[in-house]
């Protein structure tokens, strides 16, 4: 048996990645940071099939004694600040995390296995200010955000242990990837929780900015299939994960509000733009300023030709099925919470 290692396991991609090695047989580690407050976030159900360990990025001893607990043969780091917009608050601890962690791990990983094989979670962020569409491994980066920016950091310093410590490094740079699991803090589950709490007449409308930006949305099962198949691989090597088509924020709540029930229609321009229901004619969807980024990306649109190619990988979950899933599964949140509440009264 295998034995895998993953930083920023309890969240979306870590969760999904540790249920796909649990069912190839591995013996997953996971590394997570000690709260005041135990949080299993979203793996609580796998909690008694796993081992976690408590580590932080930013300590290279933790990380240290984490691969000589889990003698690692693949590593998977996905831990990071992972919100854009707080990395404009926090651009110092961003980088702490996003791009002196990285290294941290890769030295872990060299001193303790240097013959495991490690998988570093990179991104279409990178991209930013795009030079050329679609993006592939070859287009030039240029980041719009100091998440971006650490990420990039994190990309390179990957890419030379790779070449400097002949360390089986790969790095996967994937586009846009949700799920049911995704963290209410991003803006696809901040619709499709709106959505939902519309519909249910829990609450009137949802504020958004830039509804004009345009995305390259997958889901995040899919994704971390091809991250494990990248470390399956003879070579290390990097590759765009990405599903070759590009949807505006605009279409995303259009389809999210139609699997609702829901269909709107756009009333305004820019700012002034409103989402109406067309049932009832009242408003559902606001602009608000505060939601703008200080730098925009505006187009993010990846080719996956490299990974289909090389890997065998195709996304199965088709764009609408991926709104779908997180739809009907934050309707049956927010019904759970209504019940509750009634109970509760």
């Not at 976030?41 to 796993?50: Q, R, Y």
């Not at 287009?139 to 950091?153: D, I, N």
């Not at 009907?328 to 509750?340: G, M, P, Q, S, Y």
């Amino acid at each position: 048996m295998k034995n895998a290692l993953i930083t920023g396991i309890t969240g979306q991609d870590g969760s999904y990645l540790a249920e796909l090695l649990l069912e190839k047989g591995y013996n997953v580690y996971g590394i997570w940071r000690r709260k005041a407050n135990v949080d299993y976030g979203n793996i609580a159900h796998l909690k008694d099939k796993i081992t976690l360990i408590y580590a932080d990025m930013t300590d290279l001893a933790s990380l240290v004694s984490a691969m000589r607990i889990s003698q690692a043969d693949e590593v998977y780091n996905l831990a990071a600040q992972s919100f854009v917009s707080t990395s404009w608050d926090t651009p110092v601890g961003t980088a702490d995390i996003n791009a002196v962690g990285v290294t941290n791990i890769l030295e872990a990983v060299r001193t303790v296995k240097p013959e495991a094989r490690f998988y570093q979670a990179s991104t279409s962020e990178m991209f930013g200010l795009v030079q050329e569409t679609p993006q592939t491994e070859n287009t030039p980066f240029y980041p719009r955000s100091p998440y971006g920016v650490a990420k990039l950091y994190g990309h390179w310093i990957t890419k030379n242990y790779r070449e400097s410590y002949d360390m089986f490094a790969c790095s996967g740079i994937l586009f846009n990837h949700e799920s049911e699991r995704r963290g209410i803090e991003f803006v696809t589950r901040k619709i499709t929780d709106a959505v939902a709490r519309i519909k249910l007449g829990v609450q009137d409308y949802v504020e958004l900015g830039n509804m004009d930006s345009k995305r390259d949305w997958g889901h995040s099962k899919d994704y971390v299939r091809a991250m494990w198949l990248m470390l399956q691989q003879e070579n290390p090597d990097d590759y765009v994960i990405a599903t070759n088509e590009t949807r505006t924020v605009r279409e995303f709540v259009e389809t999210a509000f139609a699997h609702a029930g829901i269909r709107i229609e756009w009333q305004g321009k820019g700012i002034n733009e409103t989402g109406i229901n067309k049932e009832n004619g009242k408003t559902v969807v606001r602009i608000n300023k505060k939601f703008f980024r200080p730098a925009e990306v505006d187009v993010l649109l990846g080719n996956p030709e490299k990974a289909e190619k090389v890997l065998g990988w195709k996304r199965e979950i088709s764009f609408s099925e991926l709104v779908e899933r997180m739809v009907k599964n934050d309707l049956a949140l927010v019904e759970k919470e209504i019940r509750t509440n009634s109970l509760i009264d």
